[in-house]
């Protein structure tokens, strides 16, 4: 019941917080521009950043700036490894194929989350799509397609009557579009990804331009998640 739980705790949450602010940071963050983000005051921030650092979660730079630390990344992988494991060669194919960045997205609370990403190997322009990288699930192609997983009662209340019409009508292909809805210019088809015993998931891909037919990459992405599925036990 509510009033049994414990207290959350102010600092373990501002120090999650300050890896979250780094991680959507194109640059590495003064310890000034990381308390302005935390709405902290400037030797909280240093407080928490050297308890960060001791850890290994966050580095500074001969200046002095903060970013995230190698430790991240040890992390970063041990988040559904068999998942993981699976799906990087599938990923991976996939990108060299199609000349896309192919990645995996999954459902944390209402965002969509990257959670690997492969970038093609020859491709003369790719776009990148870092591991971390989030949005809400109502935008984009993997959102759509994780929402196809998800029961309408569930979906955020800012789902819009377009949105869930849109959700409903692509369902039975099996795979979902978008183009301008997180990224201006960029295209994004997906597919669900259901396993046996996990949140929704998708695999996605995102690029300016292709020749290929948005049908022909979903099908081409179907045919991964399935092996996924199959290796998964799903």
Not at 110 to 129: F, G, I, K
Request: with cysteine; proline share 6%; net charge negative.
């Amino acid at each position: 019941m509510a009033e049994e739980r414990a207290p959350a705790s102010q600092t373990l949450s501002r120090g999650i917080r300050i890896l979250e602010v780094l991680a959507d940071a194109r640059e590495a963050l003064t310890i000034d521009e990381v308390a302005q983000r935390l709405a902290v005051h400037r030797s909280v921030a240093y407080r928490l950043l050297r308890t960060l650092e001791d850890h290994g979660l966050v580095t500074r730079d001969r200046d002095g700036r903060a970013m995230l630390g190698a430790r991240m990344a040890a992390l970063a992988a041990g988040v559904a490894h068999d998942l993981q494991a699976e799906a990087l060669p599938e990923l991976t194919d996939i990108a060299n194929e199609l000349g896309m960045t192919c990645f995996l997205a999954v459902l944390d609370h209402d965002e969509c989350v990257t959670l690997a990403s492969v970038e093609p190997r020859h491709a003369v322009a790719s776009v990148a799509q870092r591991p971390g990288t989030r949005h809400p699930v109502t935008r984009g192609a993997p959102g759509k397609a994780i929402l196809s997983l998800v029961p309408p009662a569930a979906w955020p209340a800012d789902v819009d009557a377009h949105l869930r019409s849109e959700v409903t009508d692509a369902a039975p292909r099996g795979w979902f579009e978008s183009h301008d809805e997180v990224v201006p210019s960029l295209r994004a088809v997906a597919v669900p990804l259901e396993l046996r015993g996990r949140g929704p998931a998708a695999i996605s891909v995102v690029y300016l331009a292709s020749p290929h037919e948005p049908g022909e990459i979903g099908a081409r992405l179907a045919r991964s998640a399935a092996v996924v599925r199959a290796a998964l036990g799903g």
